[in-house]
């Protein structure tokens, strides 16, 4: 017995040290859209949206009949079926570089906790995990809650979001429990040659760090450009690699990844194929419904539907540049895949908003326009646009965000014009 | 850079503290069956697998329409849609005693998840979390996996499985951050009476400690038993209940789980609110066809379909406890809901046997019946049954382990019977 008069619950160090950044950096934002325009999001990652795009009917059906099929509402193994995790295998394996088989396979509530797994079964309190600058936040939400340290290694806009190799081998030291390595990406589009994925090997290999890698957007890639899995290109480092079927397949909501065990050296067979075996257990995996429907989602999904879904995005991802590359003091960086495009913010040219933020802001109350600030990613003077919305949207939006640059631009401010309208 | 000349990747502490004892212990077993008999588990805590029970045909077609719908694809909040939210929250409230609102709910990756995400949310590295023995071995794995120590409070199998609530107030100290309340039972199959859920809440009212109830066998109680969700019985206790479709729907593959935040004096809106609210995003919660499904699956759900489960379970427990209890050296508990029931083994009467656990190893290796030995549940001398078999296969297995025992009983030896068999 204890003696306590009045109640105190306080949320453990764990839930205290869990947040996510764009959430804090959007709640705390004035969104109030211009009353006599409507609204137009060019802030959220979720390509289901505005309904122009939509899984295949394939996909759909597949979970139809896995639901009416009768047999997939039972538990099943934590880490997924025989038949989910063979499908994912082969669907991830290439030819000659990166065999996978069922056992490597760890299927997972959304790509979100496959990342969640691997960094909880790698990084230990007081340990550090490198994160990529401008990145996707999630990596220091969940590092953090759990006591483990991000240091955040640069890319390059200049060489179209490399990584600045440099950076990255300074930055590890004996605390370093992996590397995160997010191809294409979010929030920058880009695409790594094999050439770069492979100076970004050496770096690891050299100091015997392993990567997480994060490939939800797998083969969501622009014409002419090639998707290399990192992991197809070592036979020495050990990769995690996560992915789903969330942004290929167009069904965020069906919270399906997987984590892939790509460790041809059997580095991880010791301690780390066991721990996410572990860790599996605490949540029993994903749901079985889509588990019976992923063999047919993977092997049935036609081609077309996936150039479809592609070639609608880099429609957008070159109409949005060829725009707002003559806009003054707008510097979009052309993506090479993914659903974003980063555009640069020469804030000298802004003279009256104080930096990303405010123009964000003022570009929702004053044109309904909503991107996010790069402040999301840690990436100041830069805010991100998706490349999701249909083309008229688009269209309008990148017209809006002339008018506001126009006003708002230095030139502008000479002429007295700034607050004219 | 570092100096590193091999590959030493180890798993982190956390994955490493994350173990599931059922799994240990099962994974050690010798569980080779008899040749000549198929086996037959009473092993597995899954209604489905052995197809006499199934999810009525109301809530399948609830998740084939809500795939077809084609708006139930994309990310939705963390925390669930309001729709199914405010579904979940009316499924759960009692009318004058408990009124939750959508914003009450968590929906989550199962009731494992939801477990997680309150143990998680509530206790700091350090701390202790009250448990329940026997009781589910999945709070310790959650609580030593995070550094928080587990204390087992006994429960008293002539009382029913009631709480030792001495033993209980005794084991709070300061450094208690919530007491799980598992109701109805696994692996007792207890279902506590208003007045015994009433005297666990003043325990906790005055050392002002909160609550987890661990639900997830809500209305899963047999004829003539009543089922009081804890946190309407008081004002004051605040409560984090814990449930899902798993048990009562059939369907525990669908990972539909969720948390309701019952807390009528505020207790939790300081912090915990919000910590659940943060730990939420790690996972991005649960899969949106089957939240799509809910509102329709909790609203039209037929009675009869409960009913006609309950039943079969019911029986089951009769008809087992009825053939157990004329067998020398066992001592069946009656279970008063969920899917299991509990068996006393006297060891005494079985000289030839070690324990429990080589009693259920040599039930299977002798005559293919399976049970879960005691030990899986901190619990020895006790081996336990699963109640949701088929009757014919139930009334089989129960005959075989009257076989069994009669074979390895004391009186047996003494007439040199023990290995004629
Ligand atoms: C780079 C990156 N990784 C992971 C995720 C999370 O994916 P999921 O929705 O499958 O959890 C996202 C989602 O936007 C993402 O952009
Ligand atoms: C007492 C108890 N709590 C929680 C669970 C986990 O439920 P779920 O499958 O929804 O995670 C179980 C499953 O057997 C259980 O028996």
């Known amino acids: ?28 934002m004035q969104i109030v859209p211009h009353p ?39 538990y099943v193994s934590s880490t997924g079926t025989e038949a989910a995790r063979a499908a994912v295998a082969k669907y991830c394996s290439v030819e000659d570089k990166l065999e996978l088989q069922a056992k490597d396979v760890v299927l997972c509530s959304g790509c979100s906790c496959a990342l969640d797994m691997c960094i909880t079964a790698l990084c230990s309190p007081g ?91 797998d083969h969501f890639v622009f014409e002419g450009q090639e998707y290399h899995p990192i992991a197809s290109l ?34 991880l067979d010791q301690e780390v194929r066991n721990g996410l075996q572990s860790l599996s257990q605490r949540i029993i995996g994903s749901n079985t419904l889509v588990q019976g429907a992923l063999p047919t989602i993977l092997a049935n999904t036609p081609q077309s539907f996936f150039t479809d879904t592609l070639a609608q995005i880099q429609a957008n991802a070159e109409l949005s540049y060829s725009i707002l590359r003559e806009v003054p003091g707008l510097n979009p960086i052309m993506p090479q895949g993914a659903m974003y495009m980063m555009v640069g913010v020469d804030m000298t040219m802004f003279p009256g908003l104080k930096n990303d933020l405010e123009l964000v802001e003022r570009l929702i109350s004053e044109e309904s326009v909503f991107c996010l600030p790069g402040k999301c990613f840690d990436c100041p003077n830069y805010m991100r646009i998706v490349l999701t919305v249909p083309e008229p949207q688009l269209r309008e939006a990148c017209k809006r965000i002339i008018t506001f640059c126009s006003r708002h631009h230095a030139s502008a401010h000479v002429n007295g014009l700034a607050h004219a309208n």
């Open 36 to 74: 006599d325009k409507p609204m137009i999001a060019l802030s959220i990652g979720d390509p289901t949206v505005f309904g122009n795009l939509k899984p295949a009917p394939e996909i759909v059906e597949a979970v139809v009949e896995a639901t009416r099929r009768g047999s997939c509402n039972g």
């Open 127 to 217: 340990q550090n995990l490198l994160v990529p600058r401008p990145g996707f936040p999630i990596y220091t939400t969940l590092a953090v809650g759990l006591g483990v340290q991000t240091k955040d290694y640069n890319l390059l806009p200049e060489r179209s979001w490399e990584i600045d190799l440099e950076m990255l081998e300074a930055s590890i030291d004996d605390q370093t429990a992996a590397i995160v390595v997010n191809n294409p990406s979010n929030p920058c589009g880009s695409v790594y040659t094999k050439e770069h994925l492979i100076a970004i090997l050496e770096v690891a290999a050299r100091n015997k760090v392993p990567i997480i890698a994060d490939e939800i957007y």
């Open 234 to 267: 070592t036979e020495e480092v050990p990769v995690l690699s996560c992915g789903g079927l969330t942004k290929r397949f167009l069904v965020p909501g069906w919270r399906m990844g997987w984590i892939t065990i790509c460790d041809r050296g059997n580095v």
């Open 1 to 28: 017995m204890r003696d306590r008069k009045s109640w105190n619950v306080p949320a453990s160090t764990f839930a205290k040290n869990t947040f996510n950044p764009i959430r804090n950096i959007i709640e705390n």
